[in-house]
């Protein structure tokens, strides 16, 4: 089964609980994986380094697909195994 998790937008509370519960959700399905779906412009690094910290502890593959932008702290996508970036994303770094 494959989740994808829309974060589009400002990164924040509520965004960590849905990729939070996504990642549980699939946790249960063998051979489940995860996918980010990421067009953000950053947000709270406090909650993005909480979503990295979640993904890289994660037994579930979570993988990053940046579909417009993904800049600062947007979801910290370095975490995921992979990154797929769209024809044309701004990607940006979030780690100094």
């Known amino acids: 089964m494959v989740y994808r998790v829309h974060t589009v937008g400002s990164i924040g509370p509520e965004l960590s609980e849905l990729m939070s519960t996504a990642l549980h959700s699939a946790a249960s399905q063998p051979g489940a994986v995860l996918i980010l779906d990421v067009a953000s412009t950053g947000g709270r690094v406090d909650i993005a380094q909480l979503m990295a910290d979640e993904i890289e502890a994660s037994l579930v593959p979570v993988y990053a697909m940046v579909t417009s932008r993904a800049l600062s702290a947007a979801m910290r996508a370095e975490s995921t195994r ?15």
């Open 82 to 96: 992979d990154i797929w970036p769209a024809p044309t994303p701004t990607v940006a770094p979030s780690r100094t």
